[in-house]
């Protein structure tokens, strides 16, 4: 039942209707949930920049002792670059990361 777990809802934040953030509070830490749905190709640009500048200050509006959990539609394709070895590891299907890709690596790779 959903009731039960309402007392443990710290945060509930829709920062954008593409960004929601839900923060649960547990015994130890904090468990962030991040719900994002990230832009396809778009017609203009700033579009895409808008929702990075979104993304980049939710995540860095986000501290203490916290778990992320990344949701969502990231329309991303990670591809098979050295590089990104470390984040994402050797096995894609694709042989390029698009846009989207290097974006999400970017924030996940603040935590290696």
């Not at 962030?32 to 993304?55: G, Q, R």
Request: hydrophobic share 35%; charged share 20%.
């Amino acid at each position: 039942n959903h009731r039960t777990l309402i007392p443990y809802i710290k945060v509930f934040n829709p920062v954008s209707e593409r960004i929601l953030i839900l923060i649960i509070n547990s015994n130890f830490i904090n468990i962030c949930i991040i719900n994002e749905h990230a832009t396809t190709k778009v017609k203009y640009d700033n579009v895409k920049d808008i929702f990075n500048d979104e993304l980049t200050e939710t995540y860095e509006s986000i501290s203490g002792n916290v778990i992320i959990i990344k949701l969502g539609d990231f329309n991303a394709k990670y591809g098979r670059e050295p590089q990104y070895f470390a984040c994402i590891g050797r096995e894609s299907l694709h042989s390029n990361s698009n846009d989207n890709s290097v974006c999400n690596i970017k924030y996940d790779s603040r935590n290696l």
